[in-house]
Structure formats: structure tokens, C-alpha cells
């Protein structure tokens, strides 16, 4: 049976213990409210130290930018010419190609696979010649300074799953996200601004999801923080009508002493995370509408992305980002809709790279011009790739491509990446991998080796289990780091 009394008391010993001198509690919460205490900076520069002590050996790359296309781009329009498979636009797919690979259920019907050439012409780019679809002159302008990679694979096969896997590591939502792994591992270098950033744009195909940039179950301030491209740049970040700054700094002092008690009380964590959170609001108030305002920078520069202030775009996204890595932030991952094109996929992709071929060189350029590259790892890719052979009818000047988990392409830039290379290889249909595979555990491998990390090592228990961002796999690809 309840008893209130014992409760009561129950919480009277445990609120003794941590108000006591020698409470553990009393420690832990001085350390939150008072960092300067144990030898912290103080200001903007504070710093919050990750779970992660020490780094596991020297780290190549402080922070990352992720450019994620959604909805899964064509490697065969873009990065992966194959001329055999151009030569044989209309005939069926070769069963000995296809070996019985599962496919989805939107081609699953179709009496014949067809196989369909790629809609551009490629061209060879810098001294490393590289090749690249004519419809990114600008990302292949960057030849020699980007690795491409053409023999990515992943387990999924439809585009929640596959977005979820390639951000979490599991294809079920509710484990944390890359972003996520990296926050809690390595903290934040400001504490004005988040560790997880996230900036979205684009308006068709897939919807993008909260969990593809949640904290699993990793504590709340390793979420990551959407930045908005309307209205305040975070929800709330203003004041409300007819209340001051002193007024809301008033409120919050009056909201965190109520949660500090509740803390002492209950010593429950989530508590310190909810105190956390409301003093980084407050900062943010300051800190976003400085960082967010690209109208601050020179002409020049806006020309640079293509960006133009007060109209969303995945060029001003780019630009921020850049802003956001100046300011010392973590992970910033950028999500840029509509590349899903079952249907005219020659006009989808024209589009497409129109948006993001231009910033995306912009962006790697713009680090590198102002020393940031090196220790800033830039990734561009999706989720997976796409089939060779046409989902529907090929017209003259237009066809679909349906999934294809089997093999895609991405591309990586600084960091500790070698530069100018193009690794793996995939067959004349680019349908299977003939040459150095490399799995989503195996880039999620890379990228912490290259953020100082042993991918081992990082994890967390929950629920009487160890987890890790790659799972029980996973292998550093040690071929394209410088």
C-alpha cells in the first residue's frame, strides 16, 4: 500500500545526502551550476567537455558538416558513368546482373526491367580525373580536393528505414543519430550554440523526420537543434510581445530555482538536462540572431553560394554552416528534400543540381580559404542509390529509377580525407560492387577515426546493454585517409 510518509521520508534522506558537503549529489550539481569551480572556462569560450575524457589517438577533424540529399540521388546520372549501360537503354535487365535482389514493390509488377543509360554526359575533372556528371561543373571543379566514393551499401531498402540506418546505424528509429554520438562524446567548443545544429530545406519527396536528428536515448541536449529558415531561426528564440529581456532572464532564475530544489529532491538527470537547456535558450537569444543574419557578409561571398538573405535556400543553409563551423559548432547537418525521382528524373535532376551543386563547391572552397578545411570533414550523399534499369516507361527525354540499396556514391572532403581520389568500383551496370565495398558501418567507422575517435569504444548502456553508433560492425576504411 502508498504510504506518503515514507516517501516523504524517503526523499527527506536522499535531499540530506545531496545537500550534505560530502553528497555526491551536492558535487554533481555545483559542477552543473558553477563550472568555473573545477577549472572551466567562463563566456563564450566555455567549453562542455564530452563523455570522452581524452580523444583515443590524435583527431584529424574537429567538427562535421553533413550535406544530406534526400531521397536518395541517381550515382548513375551523377557520379558513375557506365557506357555499356547506355548502349543497352531499352533491353532487359540481365537476370545474372540482378541475382534475385529483392526490389520494391512500385517495379516488383512490371513484366520487364529495362535498362536505362544515364541522362548526362560526364566530363573528366582537375588533374585527378575524376568523373562527374556534366550537371555538377562546380562540385567537379572541387576534383581534387574531394574523395568519391562509388561503392557504398546499406541494408534498407525503403527511404525511412535507410535514412534512419544511415543516420543511427539501425533501420528502427530510436537510437541516437550521428550528430547525436559526436555531441556526447566530444561536448561543444561554445556555449552560446548548440553542438548539433540541423538546417533543412527543399519542399518535395520524402518528409523529413524529428528522429533522423534525435538523441535515441542519449540525454536531451544532444538532440539536434533545428534551425529554422522562416520566422525565429529556433522557436522561441525571441521574447514574447511585452516582455523584456530582464523579464525573461527573471522568469528563468525564478523557473530554475524551482528545478534546482526539484533536483536536490530527486537527483534525477533529466532535471540537470532540463536546467541546461534553459540557460543555452537564454544565450541563444544573443548568440542565433548574430549568427543567422548572412546578410553580414560581403558581397562577394553571397555571390560566392548563390545565397540571398531572407529567402530560404540550400545555399544559404550552406553559408550558415560555414558560420556555424567558425563558431566552433560540432556537427551541422544540412537535410535538402526532393531527390527521389521515380518519374522524370532527367528534369528532377537538373533542378536538383542547380540547388545544390553551385553552394555545395562554395561551401568546401570557402573553408578552405579561410583555413577551416582541414579540420572540418564535409560529406554529401543520400541515403542510397538508384536502380539501372527504369521504373515505368523510358520516353525520349524522360524515365524514372526506383531504389537500389546494392551500391550509391558520396563524396567527403577535408578532415583527414585524401584528397583527389575516387575509391571503389562498381559493375557495367552499376548495379553491383566489384571493388572495395563499404558499408554504413564502415563510413560511420571512418568518420569517428577521423574525429579522434575508437568507434569501439564510444558507447553508452541503456537497458542493460552497451550500444555504439555502428552496432557490432563496422571498419575504418583506411585507404582514403591522408
Not at 562546380?138 to 568519391?148: C, E, P, V
Not at 538523441?215 to 529558415?229: E, I, P, T
Not at 543553409?317 to 522524370?344: K, M, P, T, Y
Not at 569517428?448 to 575517435?453: A, C, E
Amino acid at each position: 500500500m502508498f504510504d506518503p510518509g515514507e516517501t516523504e521520508r524517503m526523499l527527506s534522506r536522499r535531499a540530506f545526502l545531496v545537500r550534505s558537503s560530502t553528497g555526491l549529489g551536492a558535487l554533481a550539481l555545483s559542477s552543473l551550476l558553477n563550472p568555473q569551480l573545477f577549472g572551466a572556462e567562463t563566456g563564450s569560450s566555455l567549453k562542455s567537455k564530452g563523455a570522452l575524457k581524452t580523444l583515443h589517438f590524435p583527431a584529424k577533424a574537429k567538427r562535421v558538416i553533413y550535406l544530406f540529399q534526400s531521397g536518395a540521388p541517381s550515382h548513375l546520372d551523377l557520379f558513375d558513368s557506365k557506357p555499356k549501360l547506355k548502349e543497352m537503354t531499352g533491353q532487359e535487365l540481365p537476370p545474372s546482373v540482378r541475382k534475385g535482389q529483392r526490389i520494391t514493390g512500385m517495379t516488383a509488377g512490371q513484366a520487364v526491367l529495362r535498362c536505362v543509360g544515364g541522362a548526362f554526359d560526364f566530363k573528366r575533372y582537375g588533374k585527378s580525373g575524376a568523373e562527374l556528371s556534366s550537371m555538377l561543373p562546380h562540385i567537379g571543379g572541387l576534383a581534387d580536393d574531394i574523395t568519391i566514393v562509388r561503392s557504398m551499401f546499406t541494408d534498407a531498402i525503403n527511404h525511412d528505414p535507410a535514412v534512419t540506418f544511415m543516420g543511427t546505424g539501425n533501420q528502427q528509429p530510436g537510437r541516437p543519430t550521428m550528430g547525436a554520438w559526436v555531441a556526447y562524446g566530444l561536448g561543444s567548443e561554445n556555449a552560446d550554440l548548440p553542438a548539433f545544429v540541423v538546417l533543412t530545406s527543399g519542399s518535395g519527396g520524402q518528409a523529413l523526420q524529428g528522429h533522423y536528428w534525435g538523441n535515441g536515448f542519449l540525454s536531451a541536449n544532444y538532440q539536434g537543434v533545428q534551425f529554422r529558415n522562416q520566422g525565429d531561426p529556433v522557436v522561441y528564440v525571441s521574447n514574447p510581445a511585452g516582455l523584456s529581456g530582464t523579464a525573461r532572464r527573471q522568469l528563468i532564475d525564478a523557473m530554475q530555482q524551482l528545478n534546482r530544489k526539484q533536483l536536490g529532491l530527486l537527483g534525477d538527470p533529466a532535471i540537470s538536462t532540463h536546467i541546461e537547456n534553459y540557460e543555452m535558450a537564454f544565450r541563444m537569444q544573443t548568440s542565433v540572431p548574430e549568427l543567422t543574419n548572412i546578410a553580414q557578409e560581403p558581397k562577394d561571398i553571397l555571390e560566392m553560394y548563390g545565397a540571398e538573405p531572407g529567402k530560404p535556400s540550400y545555399a544559404n543553409n550552406c553559408l550558415l554552416a560555414r558560420r556555424l563551423a567558425e563558431r566552433g559548432v560540432r556537427f551541422i547537418q544540412l537535410c535538402h528534400r526532393d531527390w527521389d525521382h521515380h518519374s522524370d528524373l532527367p528534369n528532377g535532376i537538373r533542378t536538383q543540381a542547380k540547388n545544390t551543386d553551385r553552394a555545395s563547391a562554395a561551401l568546401v572552397a570557402d573553408l578552405k580559404q579561410r583555413g577551416l578545411l582541414d579540420d572540418t570533414l564535409v560529406i554529401w550523399g543520400g541515403e542510397f542509390g538508384r536502380t539501372s534499369y527504369s521504373q515505368g516507361e523510358i520516353k525520349k527525354d524522360s524515365f524514372g529509377r526506383d531504389h537500389h540499396p546494392r551500391c550509391f556514391s558520396i563524396w567527403m572532403a577535408g578532415g583527414g580525407i585524401k584528397p583527389g581520389i575516387t575509391y571503389g568500383a562498381t559493375d557495367d551496370f552499376a548495379y553491383n560492387i566489384t571493388e572495395n565495398p563499404v558499408h554504413v558501418h564502415d563510413f560511420h567507422a571512418t568518420m569517428m577515426h577521423l574525429l579522434g575517435i575508437e568507434h569501439t569504444k564510444l558507447t553508452y548502456r541503456f537497458e542493460g546493454r552497451d550500444y555504439r553508433l555502428t552496432d557490432v560492425a563496422g571498419e575504418v576504411v583506411k585507404k582514403i585517409l591522408a
